[in-house]
């Protein structure tokens, strides 16, 4: 490799780098937190200008670590998730309502890393036969290969949570109507709990399938409902636990708290479906400002055009 193929190839991968942090840290590239959302209403407004503030937090590297250090906490979260840790895994197995252990993901996983390797040997063999065998390249694509299968397994667990806790939260508003009635009828929270299991299906049922197992084999039933917000993350089913528990520990009504929180999901729903379609309507704007209206122009312009070239 001579030296002006070395400056092409790092000024190559500098332009890049430089296109990819512009790319990711746009706006409309990144979700906002419902943290976020709300920290401008409320923090406390301060009335002193920033000009005359003293820096607290400086950074070593200047702009730069300002520039990256959003793109470094995002990295960091990420890989968090791949912790070899059985713990971390198995409350992500509980999330997707599996049975297996953590063992057995693994086992998986290196199972996709080996399809991985056979498939990038295959294409190896495959160039070697045309006369095309690069052992560099070779090599590296079989580390890749094997490192793409062992992260996608564990992508697909991720995308089998978050599959799972939308169908939970859509089953969530009519289960909890279920479990008013039951409970304005006279029964239990215990009962109600069994009147769902038997009249409905879905994820969430199996879930109070669970904890009404739990409580059959000894369990209390406020110690069953913890193992159950120990399984999830969503905070509409955090909040229906909690009010369980305070009605079995305190006796107070509980038909009227599940009513309540039914209609609050059901409002939450309506609030992500507007939300997804302002985002759909900007993202429609893309192929109507540079697809359908310069068509249009060069439709309504094109004539005069040519009638002025051919001098009619």
Known sequence: MTVLTAMTVFCGLLLGAGLWLVFVRLPLMRATSFAERIEPQLKSQNVESRLLATPTDIAPFGPLERI????????????ARFNFGTRSLNERLAKAGSGKSAVDFRAEQLLWAAMGIVGAIAAAVMNATLGRFNPMLAVGSVLLCAFGGFLLRDYMLGMQIKRRERRMLAEFPSLAELMAL?????????????????TAR???TKEFALVLAATRAGM?????????SGRTDLGPLL?????????????????????????DVRDSAKRELMEAAGRKEIAMMVPLVF???????IFAVYPGLAALHFGF
């Open 68 to 79: 990256l250090r959003t793109v470094f906490r995002d990295a960091l979260r990420s890989l």
């Open 182 to 198: 039951a409970v304005g009828a006279g029964e239990s929270a215990t009962a109600a709990f069994d009147r769902v299991c038997r």
């Open 202 to 204: 879905g994820e969430l």
């Open 220 to 228: 209390p039933l406020v110690e069953a409902l913890h193992g159950f």
């Open 239 to 263: 909040r229906f636990v909690d009010g369980v528990v305070v009605a079995v520990e305190r006796g107070t009504p509980l038909a009227d708290v599940l009513r309540a929180q039914a209609s």
């Open 291 to 297: 697809g359908v209206l310069p068509l249009t122009v």
